[in-house]
């Protein structure tokens, strides 16, 4: 059975994050979207499993436990709140497990399910890393966005800030911000509206964590992502996010 935890328990040695869990409500000339998250335990002893979520649709929600017996599947609930509609899962267990997660329309009919992937927490980027992602596009058949999520294990350290860097696929710079990041998930739907770059542009996008705005360390650090939109279809599907770390070479 879930229930709701009364304070952060020690953390379990496996640990995985789920960067976007959505729910969009019924608008005209809109699809609702929602997230179907589900582990499944392959071993053959219970498996202890928590959920963090960040941000959860209420405070006595942040963390939740289930037991999944053996070769079990059980579901964790979503719980988004309405403003902003998105949140992110860190998913904990005692032992292995698989997690799977999707963005599928609420309803019989709409596009097809959009697959998230479930990082491992090592793979976060840290203070000094930089995140590429790409290439982002905009024209009569595509559309697309990217968005920074964080785990709740950095509630106490957030806000982040970071400096960004677009360039087109050639190399040239097209944009250079560093911002303080706000301290829930969000996206940027319109990157050239919002940053002012030369409309449809395609651009490449490095991400530098450059540091917790509060001073403090972070505990296992954020992530960027990005989707692109098939607009005849509506089928979305992530661009790749690769992780430098500091000091590291890239390209």
Same mark, same amino acid.
């Not at 509609?85 to 992110?88: D, G, K, Y």
């Not at 530098?208 to 917790?212: L, Q």
């Given at each position: 059975m879930l229930a709701a935890c009364a304070r952060e328990p020690e953390p379990l040695p496996h640990r995985l994050f789920v960067p976007a869990v959505v729910r969009s409500a019924s608008l005209p000339g809109r699809v609702p979207w929602r997230t179907r998250v589900t582990v499944t335990n392959e071993g053959d002893v219970p498996s202890l499993v928590r959920a963090f979520r960040w941000p959860p649709s209420d405070r006595t929600l942040e963390v939740s436990e289930l037991v999944v017996p053996p070769r079990?599947?059980?579901g964790i609930p979503s719980l988004v709140p309405a403003l902003p #509609?998105? %949140? %992110?899962l860190t998913v904990e267990s005692d032992r292995p497990v698989r997690v799977e997660a999707s963005v599928e329309p609420r309803g019989q009919e709409g596009p +097809? #399910? =959009?697959t998230v992937p479930a990082i491992p927490v090592g793979d976060l980027a840290r203070p000094g890393d930089r995140l590429l992602v790409g290439t982002f596009v905009s024209d009569e058949a595509r559309s697309s966005h990217f968005a920074f999520s964080y785990p709740w294990?950095?509630?106490a350290t957030l806000p982040f800030r970071v400096r960004m860097e677009l360039r087109s696929p050639a190399g040239t710079l097209l944009a250079r911000v560093e911002k303080v990041m706000p301290g829930v998930p969000g996206a940027v739907e319109d990157p050239w509206k919002e940053l002012a770059l030369p409309a449809g542009a395609p651009f490449d996008l490095e991400v530098? /964590?450059? %540091? %917790?705005a509060r001073g403090r360390e972070p505990r296992l650090g954020m992530w960027v992502y990005g989707v692109v939109n098939e607009?005849?279809?509506g089928a979305s599907r /992530? =661009? +790749?996010t690769r992780v430098v770390r500091g000091g590291a070479a890239g390209g």
């Open positions: 079990g599947i059980a #509609a998105i %949140s %992110s +097809p #399910a =959009l294990a950095e509630h530098t /964590f450059v %540091s %917790s607009k005849a279809t /992530f =661009l +790749p």
